[in-house]
């Protein structure tokens, strides 16, 4: 019998590990909160060590860098959004409060940077350039949308958690903008490491004052800049999407 190959053997390692994490769901702590950021911390990291690794056998191109310097510009805009997703103005002046120990804040940090990293590898990563290969002879705008919604239709299995269905619309229709973003930021920068990183920080500041804290998040000066600096940001990310080349769009193609 033919033993498997090193890459199909680590495949099959992070797949065991993952399942085995998500049917047994350990408890490692006596503390809810933090057993259930740790649980998710592995199993994301599981996740997306399996991902890195189904990318890698499917040759998809997403972790070089593009040579084109100018094209990091496009970092700007996105890091924008992820960092406003902080209440910052709540924080700065008191209105939000973390009221949470060092290791909780670090445990989160951990969470949102596997989540980030989980789903970027995922949609971004290996969903999206074999979308991209279907429509190789056409502009990455489809491509773009089609691998952005189904990232944000899988958040509609919130309705099954108790999230009430104004907020899983509302997170579905932020995880489309997000996906479609990142999708643009990749095509622009060819590196998978900028997404990720950009998801983790949206998601640490999303996560932050709900989970760790209390407070006035959402005051209407943020409510107003957020939205100003979103449909600017969008406007930005559809002209940058209806100048990628080609060669851009196939350089991320097995």
Request: hydrophobic share 55%.
């Amino acid at each position: 019998m033919k033993r498997p190959d090193r890459m199909t053997a680590l495949l099959l390692l992070s797949a065991a590990v993952l399942m085995i994490l998500e049917i047994t769901r350990p408890a490692f702590t006596d503390n809810p909160l933090r057993n259930e950021m740790i649980r998710t911390v592995l199993t994301r990291t599981a996740g997306g060590a399996l991902f890195f690794l189904l990318i890698r056998k499917n040759g998809c191109r997403v972790f070089g860098m593009t040579k084109k310097r100018r094209a990091l510009v496009c970092l700007l805009p996105a890091a924008a959004v992820a960092v406003n997703n902080f209440p910052l103005i709540g924080l700065f002046t008191g209105a939000a409060v973390i009221d949470a120990g060092i290791t909780d804040v670090l445990l989160l940090v951990l969470q949102s940077a596997s989540v980030g990293l989980f789903e970027e590898l995922t949609f971004r990563g290996f969903l999206f350039p074999n979308v991209l290969q279907s429509f190789r002879e056409n502009s990455a705008f489809l491509p773009t949308v089609l691998s952005s919604a189904v990232f944000a239709a899988v958040h509609l299995v919130n309705l099954f958690s108790g999230m009430s269905p104004a907020a899983v619309l509302l997170q579905t229709g932020y995880s489309f903008l997000i996906g479609g973003m990142c999708a643009v930021v990749l095509l622009k920068t060819q590196c998978i490491w900028f997404c990720v990183i950009l998801h983790g920080i949206y998601n640490l500041g999303g996560t932050l004052v709900p989970t760790l804290g209390h407070g006035t998040i959402w005051d209407p000066v943020t409510v107003m800049f957020t939205a100003v600096m979103g449909i600017a940001v969008l406007v930005y990310m559809l002209y940058l999407l209806k100048t990628v080349t080609q060669d851009e769009a196939t350089a991320l193609l097995p």
